[in-house]
């Protein structure tokens, strides 16, 4: 194994543990900090909005411009479906079909 290979897996194996660091750090800090209901509902809406705007830009963009109407006609079908709580297969099944039948029908 090459000196480059070695660097690429400790890299990998850290950010490995650091990720599971923080998702392990979660559960087992959330009885022992406790933050004000004002900071609460903060983080509550700072998460909503980091996933719309996870959302948005992969369902809107790709590489550097516009990513057409059928992925976001996609997601804007999981998205509905998901909000009526529909399982989560049938969601993602939805939203992949309707992309890919809009391609299939010359949409971009």
Same mark, same amino acid.
Request: glycine residues 10%.
């Given at each position: ?25 979660? @559960?087992?800090? $959330?009885? $022992?900090?406790?933050? @004000?209901? +004002?900071?609460? +509902? ?16 992969? !369902? ?9 109407? !059928?992925? @976001? ?10 909000? +009526?709580?529909? @399982? ?5 099944? !939805?939203?992949?079909?309707? !992309? ?9």
């Amino acid at each position: 194994m090459s000196h480059h290979q070695l660097v690429l897996l400790a890299a990998a194996l850290v950010l490995a543990a650091g990720t599971y660091g923080f998702r392990v750090a979660g @559960p087992l800090l $959330r009885s $022992r900090v406790t933050f @004000p209901p +004002r900071v609460e +509902r903060l983080l509550e809406a700072s998460s909503v909005v980091l996933l719309t705007a996870l959302v948005a830009t992969t !369902a809107l963009y790709e590489g550097h411009g516009a990513a057409g109407w !059928a992925r @976001p006609a996609g997601v804007l079908v999981g998205g509905l479906l998901a909000w +009526r709580k529909v @399982p989560f297969v049938l969601v993602v099944l !939805a939203a992949a079909a309707t !992309a890919a039948g809009l391609r299939l029908l010359g949409v971009r």
